[in-house]
């Protein structure tokens, strides 16, 4: 299975899925234009990759300092899947980084977490994002 | 007119208002915006966590107009490739910072609007968070350009309960208007 890379714009995400390492990465802003059509090549990758055995070790990394409200129907979509997974016995890790000084990402990511009962959801303060 | 411009930018500054845009509104525009109104608050130093509400709540309410304003060019809307018209703008007045939206919208779907937005205008802070978590859930992200989380999202940002109007123009529209504080 082949990398899954999207470049940043002011309003789009970095993109960085490695297949061998099991580390996928979303980070910079999140408000597109069209959100279900952004995310679409990111979920189809991310629906192809865990029915993949080898991916039963998986850390996500989310670095993220603002995401409109579609984009949060999105990851809910992207944490139910890796949630489902955790509970067949994948051993997924998702880092939720947010801006220590922000208190709006921080609740989203606790929200996030009480969400997923299975899936391993850390929240990680950062003092620059 | 010349003379008339003062007056007018006068009136706004009166209100507070020191971003505004009146007009066809495209993403990109939007992005500027959202650039410009944080590079103000940074260089006032507000919190991050101020600017963040603010820039979040410019944000949905001018995707809300980009998505939903029943004026358009071409007219009527026939095309993807159309543009839409509204006004959106961010004022500073007795300490609150505030967002107005507003966009036409077809007669017929004030009442669903209205609906909507009075139930979140009663809700309680902790309702509202819980709303957002159950509709998030139960919403596809394919029966709506957004997600519809949209209103949702800003009566959740919003310090003070939403404010919202609608005033009929015409048979065909009426304009509707939707305020929140942070």
């Keep these: ?129 | 007119m010349t003379e008339s411009l003062y007056t007018f930018k006068e009136n706004l500054a009166k209100k507070g208002v020191f971003l505004c845009f009146n007009g066809p509104i495209s993403h990109d525009l939007m992005v500027e915006m959202g650039d410009i109104l944080k590079l103000k608050m940074q260089l006032q130093e507000e919190s991050i966590s101020t600017i963040l509400k603010v820039f979040s709540l410019l944000i949905e309410q001018t995707q809300n107009i980009i998505f939903y304003s029943a004026e358009t060019i071409p007219e009527p809307e026939n095309t993807s490739n159309n543009i839409h018209l509204g006004i959106i703008s961010v004022g500073y007045l007795n300490n609150s910072y505030f967002v107005q939206g507003g966009n036409k919208v077809k007669n017929n779907d004030v009442s669903r609007i209205e609906k909507s937005l009075s139930k979140l205008q009663k809700m309680s802070k902790e309702e509202i968070k819980q709303f957002y978590r159950t509709q998030r859930k139960l919403i596809s992200p394919e029966t709506s350009k957004g997600a519809g989380l949209g209103f949702i999202e800003v009566a959740r940002k919003s310090s003070k309960p939403i404010e919202y109007h609608f005033k009929k123009i015409d048979d065909q529209f009426s304009f509707f208007s939707l305020k929140t504080t942070i």
Excluded: C, H
């Design chain 1, 1 to 129: 299975m082949n990398n899954l890379v999207i470049e940043p714009t002011k309003y789009t995400p970095n993109i960085v899925f490695l297949f061998d390492e099991k580390v996928l990465e979303i980070s910079g802003e999140s408000y597109p234009e069209n959100t279900a059509e952004f995310y679409s090549p990111v979920l189809k990758w991310l629906i192809e990759f865990l029915k993949i055995k080898e991916s039963k070790t998986i850390t996500v990394n989310i670095i993220i300092q603002y995401f409109n409200s579609s984009s949060s129907k999105i990851f809910m979509d992207i944490f139910d899947l890796l949630n489902e997974k955790s509970r067949e016995g994948f051993d997924i890790i998702v880092n939720w980084n947010y801006l220590e000084a922000d208190d709006n990402m921080l609740e989203y990511g606790e929200e996030f977490q009480e969400d997923v009962d299975y899936l391993k959801f850390n929240l990680v303060p950062r003092k620059s994002i």
